[in-house]
Each structure stands twice: as structure tokens, then as C-alpha cells.
């Protein structure tokens, strides 16, 4: 096998309470990634549809996350590698724009090499386009992205990442307004020192969430959705945002929050029927203040980067 292509997952980072270190993975939407070997060393990006990003790799995460893969190989000066890639998620979304295009590209690459590398290792190599387009190496997109459902980083250094359970009939909604909400500047306007107080309560919130997720208890999930740090700070950058939590749980929301750093906000849900209706409510909230949006409705992805064809 010398050519394959990947449909790699949109992710909504923090999940709430846990900034930086919880992450969950969606079945849509994704960006897909066309990937080949090649007889000439080196990464070549040949297209990009849908996103005016540059073909350069060293300026592409993208690139940069798979020349972190390429110089882990025993014979890296020889290794030659060309891609189309499909931008199905827009850049500055807050859905993991940038984390799919890194995950996509190191696990298509890792398959066509006959995976010399296992999946958590992959994390390491597409954290390092995470650094391109935002400054810093996290993780909380590119886990649930490559390894699928809810994922935790439990350290940073080392990188040490824990596979969460999903539980059953779990939907997320996501509104994500047409403006565009860069990381680095997300990052620029968060306090650098907490109260005692807040992180206290976060702290409880983190494990309370983890917790729920283990035991399939919805209701300690929702009360865990809480994020008394950052949440208040940059919530001010999204429109409505404080109307669309409340009406979205007196629709029958567990909760929710600000999907990464924004603009996008999301909202868990115990089945389909209750996250469509939430859809509704945002779509209600929305539509008359004249600014274009999307809404996704979807399950939460258990498998991470998935293989469309090869």
C-alpha cells in the first residue's frame, strides 16, 4: 500500500472545566487528508481546498507535524511523502481545525509506513503543528483526534494521555459563529495567577467529570460542566453566550461551554432528540442577530482518524 486517505475529526477541547487537558472527539465535521509515498525524500503538499493555508510545510501543521514523525525514523533522510488536503473545518473555528490536519497527517503516514508507531506516540508528533498554530503544544484536540472518545492529559512532561469511557447515547451540538477567534490571541487575554477559591472548585469539577464519565452518571456529568476560570474571560468574545447556556439546558441540555477557545460553544446531550431540539433553541438565538453561523449535531467519535480509502 502506497497511497491512502483519511477523514480525521473536528474536537471540542476543555470540555468546560478542563482547560488544556480534557478533549472529545466528533463524527462531524472532519477534514480529509489524501496521502501518498513517494520515491523523492521529502513532504510535499500538492492542494489545499476549502482553507487559504500555505503548501509549505515548514509553515503547515500539517507539515510540521509529520516531519516531527519523519525524524523518528531509522532512515528519515529517505522517507518522501505527497498530500492533498480537504479542509472541511475552518481555521480559528474552535472545533480543532489545526489538530485535525496534524492528526490526519501523522496517522496516514504512520499507516503507509505499516505503523511503526503506536497511536500515542502519534500524539506527540501532531502536537507539534499545535505549536505552529498556536504557540503552545497541547494536546487536548490531537488526543481525542487520534485515539478517539474522551482523552485526558494527565501530564504534559512526559506526555502521558488516558482514554476516557463515552457514555452511551451521548450527543454534542455545536454552534459555531461565522467570526473567527485565533488561539494565540484567546491564550494573550487569560489571567496568569487564579484564587485559590476558583481553582478549588475547578479542581472538583475535573474529577467530578471524569468520574461521571466512568460511571454513565449524567447528571454529575452536567453539574462538572462548569469552568469558573476561563470560561469568564473569554466568553465575552462570543455573541449571546450566556442566553445560549441557559436556554440550551431548560431544553434539556446536561451543559456546556466554549468549544477551545472559541467562537464555537457546545452542548452535551443524552440522546438525539434532545440535541436536535438544543439545535433549535441556538438557531432561535442566533438567527436574528444577522450573523452567519453553523450547527452540528453528531455523536461523539470512538475511533479517532478513520480510514476512508487505501
Known sequence: MNRIKVFSPATVANVACGF????????????????WLSSEPGIRIREIHGADLPLEPSKNVCGVALQALVKK????????FEMIIKKNIQPGSGIGSSAASAAGAVVAANILLGEPFPKKKLVRFAMEGERLASGSAHADNVAPAILGGFTLVRSYTPVDIVGLPTPPGLWVTVIHPQIEVKTSDAREILKHKVLMTDAIKQWGNVAA???GLYRNDYGLIGRSL????????????????QELKIKCKEAGALG???????????MLSTSEEIARNVADVMNN????LGLEYHIHVSTVNQEGVKVISR
Not at 525514523?73 to 518522501?80: Q, S, T, V, Y
Not at 476561563?230 to 453566550?241: G, H, T
Not at 456546556?256 to 457546545?266: A, E, L, M, N, T
Request: net charge negative.
Open 73 to 80: 525514523l531509522p532512515d528519515p533522510l529517505n522517507a518522501g
Open 285 to 288: 438565538i442566533y438567527q436574528p
Open 256 to 266: 456546556g461551554g466554549i468549544s477551545g477557545s472559541g467562537p464555537s460553544v457546545f
Open 209 to 211: 467529570l471524569v468520574a
Open 226 to 241: 462548569e469552568d469558573v476560570i476561563v470560561e469568564p474571560v473569554r466568553s465575552i468574545l462570543i455573541p449571546a453566550f
Open 20 to 35: 488544556d487537558v480534557i478533549g472529545l472527539a466528533l463524527d462531524n465535521p472532519g477534514d480529509e487528508i489524501e496521502m
